[in-house]
């Protein structure tokens, strides 16, 4: 079984600031994808990144971007320029690269990050 | 429809009742999944459906909660006689997934409050 782990519950940053979120993971497969989302106080599940992992480049969005260091099982999320509209919980997950049963999504215990002016 | 559809959005029940919460995914996608989220904690697994495949429902924490996905689209979960622990927001979510890896879209959540 995939584990996620999580171990910042949380962390706040200044405005235009740069903050990274940890994530590491626990798996024995050799494909699979990974991602971060954001859940705002509007509780709407947000998809911020998607990392394959069969890529060695590290996926960015925009002001968003990951670390993923695929030999350690990590997968952080850095985020530049912070906004106060970035304020939310932030959830790493993993799902396998397969069919069937074996490809559901597992989340991590969730990192709450707080933007302050 | 355009997006993932849970209903109700707030459900109010009085503890030793059954409920039944709706989830509506995105049309086509194959996948769905029930998730548990209590008041500031991550999501709890529940259940999970993709195609044919057999269910994985490792993440029901009791026989009082079940799981059922009709003809491949809407799904309902049902939890039988409530308990105050099982207050909690319920998250639906979907996704194409046909070989995993596909973006999973979430609803706005069911607040279920057991009193």
């Known amino acids: 079984a995939q584990t996620v782990t999580q171990s910042q519950p949380e962390m706040s940053v200044q405005e235009a600031e740069t903050v990274t979120l940890s994530c590491t993971y626990d798996?024995?497969?050799?494909?699979?994808?990974l991602f971060w989302y954001k859940q705002p106080p509007s509780r709407q599940m947000i998809l911020v990144i998607r990392?394959?992992?069969?890529?060695?480049q590290n996926a960015t969005e925009n002001r968003f971007s990951v670390n993923f260091q695929k030999a350690a099982k990590s997968f952080s999320l850095k985020i530049s320029d912070s906004q106060l509209g970035d304020t939310a919980m932030y959830f790493c997950?993993?799902?396998?690269?397969?069919?069937?049963?074996?490809?559901?999504?597992?989340f991590g215990t969730g990192t709450r990050l707080q933007v302050t002016l | 429809g355009a997006g993932v559809s849970q209903s109700p959005s707030n459900k109010v029940t009085e503890k030793g009742k059954d409920v039944e919460l709706r989830c509506d995914p995105i049309?086509?996608?194959?996948?769905l999944y029930w998730y548990r989220q209590s008041l500031g904690q991550g999501l709890e697994f529940l259940i999970y459906?993709?195609?044919?495949?057999?269910?994985?429902k490792s993440g029901l924490p009791s026989d009082r909660f079940s799981a059922e996905r009709t003809g491949g689209s809407v799904s309902t979960l049902t939890i039988q006689r409530t308990q105050q622990e099982d207050s909690a927001v319920y998250l639906c979510?979907?996704?194409?997934?046909?070989?995993?890896?596909?973006?999973?879209?979430f609803g706005q959540g069911t607040r279920l409050t057991v009193v």
């Open positions: 979510a979907s996704s194409l997934n046909l070989i995993g890896g596909s973006e999973a879209f």
């Open positions: 798996t024995s497969e050799n494909n699979y994808y």
């Open positions: 990392q394959e992992a069969y890529k060695q």
């Open positions: 997950a993993f799902m396998n690269r397969r069919t069937g049963t074996a490809s559901k999504l597992t």
């Open positions: 049309s086509g996608h194959t996948a």
């Open positions: 459906f993709q195609g044919n495949s057999a269910p994985d």
